[in-house]
Nanobody, 122 residues
Framework: QVQLVESGGGSVQAGGSLRLSCVVS????????IGWFRQAPGKEREGVVA????????IDANSLKGRFTISRDDAKNTVYLQMNALKPEDTAMYYC???????????????WGQGTQVTVSS
């Protein structure tokens, strides 16, 4: 069973940065794609960025390109989401998820973390 644990959320002012972490259980880290998703109150969950845990494949939402970046630390089985130039509309619960396909569609992912809240104030 894949386990994912997010951390790093918090409150930040507009223009600030945060780095979220997603620790993935070792058993599945090397055979998965890890995606970051977010869901704001009253809105559908949307894909932010995703990457393979082997090789260098990534995919990201066009609307967030340039501000949000995914990276990995394979020694720690950890995938990061670096968020810069944050805006109030980035406020949401952020989740990482594990799947077998590189995609930003949430229904392509099998296992999910519990989420970490990001709040951006103006």
């Amino acid at each position: 069973q894949v386990q994912l644990v997010e951390s790093g959320g918090g409150s930040v002012q507009a223009g600030g940065s945060l780095r979220l972490s997603c620790v993935v259980s070792e058993a599945m880290y090397s055979r998965r794609y890890i995606g970051w998703f977010r869901q704001a109150p009253g809105k559908e969950r949307e894909g932010v960025v995703a990457a393979s845990t082997t090789g260098g494949l990534t995919i990201d939402a066009n609307s967030l390109k340039g501000r949000f970046t995914i990276s990995r630390d394979d020694a720690k089985n950890t995938v990061y989401l670096q968020m810069n130039a944050l805006k109030p509309e980035d406020t949401a619960m952020y989740y990482c998820a594990s799947g077998r396909v590189l995609s930003l569609a949430s229904d392509r992912y099998d296992d999910w973390g519990q989420g970490t809240q990001v709040t951006v104030s103006s």
